[in-house]
């Protein structure tokens, strides 16, 4: 059965909920911004750690973190996202706050740990909060909407960031990361302020290890995160391949990110539509496989040219074709997470594609430059062909997973008593 929730709320309720939401995700987004673009150096030169044992123990913390956003999405069912959500970002902003007093190995070791953990969590919980609180025409449209503001004010904090590295000097990069911290604290303030959803009752309660044990939830979960290596072709791949094996000017590697990031805030909303429904999001999940193996034959093709101009020119096509299997994607994402969770266990279930998305961003970057190091071109058509393998199952195991009637995007039973049936 599915949770009974009380009616919606009316428009103008719903657009200063969203408005409210996409003000928690601007501040973040503008903390990551800034923090992303130097905590490396922040941690070698500032705080003197050595760069192996960065690595290292960045990498480390990573994998520890994974492990937490299926039970923290447990908690959310059963405490309400909202509540849940707070905790979440509060502990963000004191871990960023501990950074400061990491110098060596085991404290960084122990610190990202806890910021990854909370990290991963996060993003899951935020989608059960959007799914508890807008109906269900918007809700997609506003996950689009936050992930356009956050690029938005990603690229704010990235501008920050270097006013911070062009000045340089400890208090300096010791502010920036304090005001960081600030930035998760005034998002946890103002997400208080959007209303809670009711936690699943327990009656209705799921096991803690429903979503796990789902194996064609699962099954479809993995295969369509390998996507999320476009994210590692752009950052990790494509500079490496422009550096080493293309006669492109090495400002080429920015241009694909500034290119990526306004196209993004452009298309997403209008995307994001096409993935409302599992079959919209079976077929957005097609289209981005593609996309994203022809713009690895693209990228491949650029180390032919011996001109600069005629490379980047082939760099700059690849990179468009590769922001429409990056759009799609996010896409075939939300809709096939929302639509094939159960009912009565959504936090869990986003907790699940959280892990499963989070684990392909993590080993993304140690794929993609092992091929392009090892292989070169031929690199690039291995990674194609993965991409267009993991995008093949996708459609028959939706249906399989479809044919569970206590799916969100299943058809709901009729009521034996003529009844007005729960609304998911």
Same mark, same amino acid.
């Given at each position: 059965?599915?949770?009974?929730?009380?009616?919606?709320?009316?428009?103008?309720?719903?657009?200063?909920?969203?408005?409210?939401?996409?003000?928690?995700?601007?501040?973040?987004?503008?903390?990551?911004?800034?923090?992303?673009?130097?905590?490396?150096?922040?941690?070698?030169?500032?705080?003197?750690?050595?760069?192996?044992?960065?690595?290292?123990?960045?990498?480390?913390?990573?994998?520890?973190?994974?492990?937490?956003?299926?039970?923290?999405?447990?908690?959310?069912?059963?405490?309400?996202?909202?509540?849940?959500?707070?905790?979440?970002?509060?502990?963000?902003?004191?871990?960023?706050?501990?950074?400061?007093?990491?110098?060596?190995?085991?404290?960084?070791?122990?610190?990202?740990?806890?910021?990854?953990?909370?990290?991963?969590?996060?993003?899951?919980?935020?989608?059960?909060?959007?799914?508890?609180?807008?109906?269900?025409?918007?809700?997609?449209?506003?996950?689009?909407?936050?992930?356009?503001?956050?690029?938005?004010?990603?690229?704010?904090?990235?501008?920050?960031?270097?006013?911070?590295?062009?000045?340089?000097?400890?208090?300096?990069?010791?502010?920036?990361?304090?005001?960081?911290?600030?930035?998760?604290?005034?998002?946890?303030?103002?997400?208080?302020?959007?209303?809670?959803?009711?936690?699943?009752?327990?009656?209705?309660?799921?096991?803690?290890?429903?979503?796990?044990?789902?194996?064609?939830?699962?099954?479809?979960?993995?295969?369509?995160?390998?996507?999320?290596?476009?994210?590692?072709? @752009?950052? !990790? =791949? &494509?500079?490496?391949?422009?550096?080493?094996?293309?006669? +492109?000017? *090495?400002? $080429? #590697?920015?241009?694909? /990110?500034?290119?990526?990031?306004?196209?993004?805030?452009?298309?997403?909303?209008?995307?994001?539509?096409?993935?409302?429904?599992?079959?919209?999001?079976?077929?957005?999940?097609?289209?981005?496989?593609?996309?994203?193996?022809?713009?690895?034959?693209?990228?491949?093709?650029?180390?032919?040219?011996?001109?600069?101009?005629?490379?980047?020119?082939?760099?700059?096509?690849?990179?468009?074709?590769?922001?429409?299997?990056?759009?799609?994607?996010?896409?075939?994402?939300?809709?096939?997470?929302?639509?094939?969770?159960?009912?009565?266990?959504?936090?869990?279930?986003?907790?699940?594609?959280?892990?499963?998305?989070?684990?392909?961003?993590?080993?993304?970057?140690?794929?993609?430059?092992? @091929?392009? !190091? =090892? &292989?070169?071109?031929?690199?690039?058509?291995?990674?194609? +062909?993965? *991409?267009? $393998? #993991?995008?093949?199952? /996708?459609?028959?195991?939706?249906?399989?997973?479809?044919?569970?009637?206590?799916?969100?995007?299943?058809?709901?039973?009729?009521?034996?008593?003529?009844?007005?049936?729960?609304?998911?």
């Amino acid at each position: 059965m599915a949770r009974m929730t009380p009616a919606g709320p009316d428009a103008p309720a719903t657009a200063a909920i969203v408005r409210r939401l996409l003000a928690a995700q601007a501040v973040t987004g503008f903390g990551d911004g800034l923090w992303f673009s130097l905590w490396a150096i922040f941690f070698t030169r500032i705080q003197g750690i050595p760069t192996e044992a960065m690595g290292i123990a960045v990498g480390l913390g990573g994998a520890v973190g994974l492990l937490a956003a299926t039970p923290v999405g447990v908690l959310a069912d059963r405490r309400g996202p909202r509540e849940v959500l707070v905790v979440v970002i509060v502990l963000r902003g004191l871990c960023m706050a501990a950074y400061v007093l990491v110098h060596d190995f085991w404290t960084l070791l122990l610190v990202q740990s806890l910021f990854s953990a909370v990290q991963s969590s996060g993003s899951g919980v935020r989608v059960t909060l959007v799914y508890g609180l807008v109906p269900g025409d918007r809700r997609l449209r506003t996950l689009a909407q936050s992930r356009v503001v956050q690029h938005i004010a990603y690229a704010a904090g990235a501008g920050a960031a270097a006013l911070v590295l062009a000045v340089g000097g400890r208090p300096v990069f010791v502010a920036a990361v304090l005001l960081n911290a600030a930035t998760f604290l005034a998002a946890a303030a103002i997400t208080v302020t959007v209303p809670g959803v009711p936690p699943v009752p327990a009656e209705r309660r799921r096991a803690g290890t429903q979503a796990v044990r789902d194996l064609p939830y699962v099954a479809v979960m993995g295969s369509t995160t390998l996507l999320a290596l476009c994210w590692a072709l @752009l950052s !990790t =791949g &494509l500079p490496l391949w422009i550096a080493g094996d293309t006669s +492109a000017p *090495l400002w $080429a #590697a920015a241009l694909a /990110v500034v290119l990526s990031s306004a196209a993004i805030a452009l298309f997403q909303v209008r995307v994001s539509r096409r993935g409302a429904d599992v079959p919209g999001a079976v077929r957005s999940a097609r289209v981005s496989g593609m996309a994203l193996a022809a713009c690895c034959a693209v990228f491949a093709l650029a180390a032919w040219p011996g001109s600069p101009l005629v490379a980047l020119a082939v760099v700059v096509a690849g990179v468009g074709v590769h922001v429409v299997g990056e759009l799609y994607y996010v896409a075939a994402q939300w809709g096939l997470s929302l639509g094939l969770m159960a009912r009565d266990a959504e936090g869990q279930y986003q907790g699940v594609t959280a892990t499963a998305e989070a684990a392909t961003v993590a080993l993304g970057p140690a794929v993609v430059t092992t @091929l392009l !190091t =090892g &292989l070169h071109a031929v690199g690039w058509l291995v990674l194609a +062909a993965i *991409l267009l $393998a #993991a995008v093949a199952p /996708v459609g028959p195991l939706a249906r399989r997973a479809l044919r569970d009637p206590y799916r969100v995007g299943a058809r709901p039973p009729e009521p034996a008593d003529g009844g007005v049936t729960a609304t998911p």
